[in-house]
Structure formats: structure tokens, C-alpha cells
């Protein structure tokens, strides 16, 4: 698999439409789900120990989509699979009383994975500059000074590329995924949700309203992953339709970042490995 394909490239600007939602040449779900993915997970479980052990590095997983694009289940299917310690998962709500007394990225920090973890964010950041653009919801207060309604959003998609920046050097890297879902497959997902007891719970009647700003979003999601895809936090766009593929391109990438990274098993020094010796001698001389 070529997962720079799906890679948005940082200097240039997107139309969703060259993403496909769903791939022809591509493996079957059988193979996906009894072959492919199953390998690719026991290696990213491998990954994720040693990151857990070294606790030198972190990433930030960034989730985002429309309802029914499939996040939730990739994060079923790949990301609960890991070692629990090593994994922090978040799901973003709207904002409390309290946290918009405060800047929109103040919350985040609670949000972010200790080093040696991985952290899950089921929506994220991000929404606050999509949400509020749909549904007009940006309050004066929170408009710079000097600077029109229309103006804040390229101003947001620069300060979240800095905050991005920032933990990168921090030693967290942030990996973006974005779940390009057709509006034929979202309404067949949707309309299972709604026939099928066992998954009512996971509708909601918001979900039905919000197809109604279909375009709306589509022209926010461009302009958002065209101005916030960088070389050091890029957005992949995966093809939703296909959710086995999209869940096995997720654990592909996940691989690709943590090789980069490369975290090691610590190891004894010299010093400690002669105590390691005292102590496996009087063990075995019980």
C-alpha cells in the first residue's frame, strides 16, 4: 500500500473529490479483516510496547468525520487492541460553561497523552472550526480585535497549526485522519442505525438533521484540511466507504509513525545488570 496517496500534500490546496470514498484495486474484506489486518495489528501492538516502555515519545490521533464514517470503529477495531496504559482515549463534546470562559484550545491540554501513550481523539480540535462555521455559533467575544467573523477561521487554522507545532517538538507527534464518507453510504449506515434494534442506540436524530448542511461541510472540510495538512501534522484522507480498508490503512500509518519513531526497550547498564545477576542467583538457589 502506497499510504502517501492518501497523504494531503501541505502545498497544496484539495478538492475532496480527488479522494475517492471508495478504492477498486484494493484487497476484499475477507482478506482485510482475516489476513491483513490482524498481521498489521500484532506489529503495531509491538510498536506500542516499546513506545509505553521508553515513555520517551507520544502521538496524538486525531479522528475526524461526519456521523457514521466510521471513527468509532476504528477505534474498536484497531486502536483496543493496544495496551491499555499505553492508550488515552477522548471522545470531544461540546464545550462546558467553564471551558468557554477560556480560549477554545485551552481544554485540549487535559485531552493529550502522557509520553510512552497514544492518544485517541474521537473529534477534536478541529471542531471549532466547523461547528461553529455551519451554524454561525462564533460568539463576538471570541472574534480578535480588529477582525471581521469571516477572518477568525484563518486565523484558528493557523494557531492550531502552531499548537500541532508545539507538541511536535515536544516530542508528541500529531497524525490527522480524516474519514471521507460518501452521502449514499452515510444514508445507508444511517438508515441500519434506525432499523436495527441492537444499533438504535447509536443514532441520533441530530445526525439526520445535519445531512441537510451536506455541502456546506464538504466546502469546510476542504478549506480546513487544505490550510491545516503540514509537513509535521499531515491529514490523511482515507476512503470511508470501504470501512475495512480505511481501518487498515489507519494501522498502516500508525506502523509508519511509530517506526519513525523507533522507540527501543530499555536496557540495563552495567551497573544494574550485575544486580539483575545477584538477584537471578539467589532466586534460583531458594
Keep these: 500500500m502506497d499510504i502517501q496517496s492518501f497523504r494531503i500534500d501541505h502545498n497544496k ?15 476484499s474484506d475477507e482478506t ?12 503495531l501492538k509491538e510498536l506500542h510496547w516499546k513506545l509505553y516502555a521508553e ?8 479522528l475526524q468525520a461526519l456521523d457514521a464514517g466510521g471513527k468509532d470503529e476504528a477505534i474498536s477495531y484497531i486502536f483496543s487492541n493496544l495496551n491499555a496504559q499505553g492508550l488515552k482515549t477522548n471522545a470531544f463534546q461540546k464545550p462546558s460553561d467553564t471551558e468557554k470562559k477560556h480560549d477554545y484550545l485551552w481544554r485540549m491540554h487535559d485531552l493529550m497523552p502522557e509520553r510512552g501513550q497514544v492518544g485517541i481523539l474521537n473529534r477534536s480540535h478541529y471542531e471549532e472550526v466547523i461547528a461553529p462555521r455551519i451554524h454561525d455559533l462564533l460568539g463576538d467575544e471570541v472574534i480578535p480585535d480588529e477582525e471581521d467573523k469571516e ?12 499548537y500541532e507545532q508545539y507538541l511536535d517538538e515536544n516530542g508528541f507527534k500529531v497524525i490527522k485522519f480524516f474519514f471521507n464518507v ?10 441500519e442505525r434506525l432499523k436495527d434494534p441492537n444499533k ?3 443514532f441520533s436524530f441530530n445526525d439526520v438533521e445535519e445531512r441537510k448542511h451536506w455541502d456546506d461541510y464538504q466546502d469546510i472540510f476542504e478549506d480546513m484540511l487544505s490550510n491545516t495538512s503540514t509537513e509535521c501534522s499531515p491529514w490523511y484522507v482515507l476512503p470511508a466507504d470501504d470501512d475495512w480498508y480505511a481501518r487498515y490503512i489507519v494501522s498502516t500509518v500508525m506502523i509508519d509513525v511509530l517506526e519513525t519513531i523507533n522507540p527501543q526497550f530499555p536496557t540495563f547498564s552495567e551497573e544494574e545488570q550485575e544486580r539483575i545477576d545477584e538477584a537471578i542467583q539467589t532466586l534460583e538457589n531458594e
Design 151 to 162: 477572518s477568525v477561521w484563518g486565523i484558528r487554522y493557523r494557531q492550531i497549526n502552531d
Design 13 to 27: 490546496r484539495i478538492r475532496l473529490d480527488d479522494y475517492p470514498t471508495t478504492i477498486k484495486d484494493r484487497p
Design 200 to 202: 438504535n442506540w447509536e
Design 32 to 43: 482485510l479483516q482475516n489476513e491483513l489486518i490482524p498481521k498489521s495489528i500484532e506489529k
Design 55 to 62: 515513555s520517551r515519545k507520544g502521538i496524538v490521533v486525531v
Design 182 to 191: 460518501s452521502k449514499k453510504v452515510q444514508r445507508d449506515r444511517l438508515l
